[in-house]
């Protein structure tokens, strides 16, 4: 019998590892790699899992939860993992990476396995046939045209526009209340009231943070939608006041009274245990990001698991389109792997890759395809980008936010963390012996 041939479109880290991992499953692959024959405005090679920004996969730590997503990822034989471990370079309690080194790793590893053939051309068009697209954030024009077909224009984005988020546990309940602007249907909104001088204080820190330099071909993304909250503030006080921390409709039902200015945050995840800062999308530092969230009463000690971010990037709205094994819900043989499904970063690509890569070769071998437990690190993202609300779906890192909720309440943060990181591990170990 002919073994079966699943095609992989993209061999950045996500597209690498899936094409790894259906090649160690006995499936011939047939990798296609637009580069160097057309380079994107961020690569500078023809390497497989070019890392065009950092050369840091973030933390090691298992009390981290990227640290404990890498784990799981060491433990299914990923090629990204494997490589960034032998390309390792000192950088305190973080896994960085010769980020050449890795990727001539990446390249020379997947290259030369004798189930995968490369083939350096465009893919203009989805093929038929068990198919996984891992094209990554700069996809062709061509291609994101045949994208936009498959799944209707309004489900494919071309830019990030995402809100910082909170655990909601982080949230000082003491100052804030639930309410919807005028009332209208269930009281869904954390709302954090401001006073006139507590307005300004936060207004003067927002106009005077330090923000983060756009590349050249971000710069039209303010045209195509949401203005950063530092944008807005530069055209004055009122377009806040009349913008996103309207008061208007949200008084506070303690006092009876309007508030001179409101914070809303909106819940993020179905277990109610994130929340997003509404229409604070913004280009702001990380820690300048930090500095002005803590000047919003309620929230001077919140725990950001996402910092707000703006930037070009393909990705689909995966809670409408796939489903938690990455297959794409109205064709069974084709998935989706990367940050195109709004996972965001360079190991949570890689994990969507190797997720995908496993029930791509699952489903031409004939097997069960699986879904990972909601405990683990790999399976808290799938079912993150398949069970957000699709109506505000952007783009997710990994953390301990996501998981499901631990059975008991534990106060410390380090011992929380340490007990997410230990039923994860248990988990992953008990799901590879089922699977």
Known sequence: MAQPIVNVIGAGLAGSE???????????????????????????????????????????????????????????NSVIIKAADECSVPAGG????????????????????????VINEEVTDIPEGPTVIATGPLTSKALSDKLKELTGEEYLYFYDAAAPIVEKDSIDMEKVYFKSRYDKG?????N?????????????????????????????????????????AQRGKKTLLFGPMKPVGLEDPRT?????????????????????????????KWGAQKEVIRLIPGLENAEI?????????????????LKPTYQYKYREDLFFAGQ????????????????????????????????????????????????ANPKH????????????????????????NERYAQRALETIQNFIKKS
Not at 107 to 115: A, D, G, M, R, S
Request: hydrophobic fraction near 40%; glycine fraction near 6%; include cysteine.
């Open 18 to 76: 899936a094409a790894w991992q259906l090649a160690n499953r006995g499936v011939q692959v047939r990798l296609y790699e637009m580069r160097p024959v057309k380079q994107t405005p961020a690569h500078h090679t023809d390497k497989f899992a070019e890392l065009v920004c950092s050369n840091s996969l973030r933390a090691n730590s298992l009390t981290n939860a990227v640290g404990v997503l890498k784990e799981e990822m060491r433990r299914l």
């Open 186 to 190: 269930e009281a869904a909104y954390i």
């Open 340 to 387: 195109m499904t709004g996972v965001e970063g360079y190991v949570e690509s890689a994990a969507s890759g190797l997720v995908a890569g496993i029930n791509a070769a699952n489903l031409v071998l004939g097997k069960q395809l699986v879904v990972f437990p909601p405990e683990t690190a790999i399976g808290s993202m799938a079912h993150y980008i398949t069970s």
């Open 305 to 321: 698991v996402r910092y707000g971010v703006m930037h070009r990037n393909t990705f689909i709205n995966s809670p409408k389109l």
């Open 393 to 416: 779906f952007q783009p997710m890192n990994a953390n301990f936010g996501l998981f499901a909720p631990l059975d008991e309440k534990i106060k410390d943060k380090k011992k929380k």
């Open 192 to 232: 954090c009231p401001m006073t006139e001088e507590e307005f300004d204080r936060f207004y003067e820190a927002l106009i005077s943070a330090e923000t983060v330099p756009l590349k050249e071909f971000e710069k039209e993304i303010y045209f195509e939608g949401c203005m950063p909250i530092e944008v807005m």
């Open 256 to 284: 009876g009274k309007r508030p001179f200015a409101v914070v809303q945050l909106r819940q993020d995840d179905a277990a109610g245990t994130l929340y997003n800062i509404v229409g604070f999308q913004t280009h702001l």
């Open 94 to 117: 973080a896994l960085a990476v010769d980020r050449h080194e890795f990727a001539a790793k990446v390249t020379e590893l997947v290259k030369n396995h004798p189930n995968v053939t």
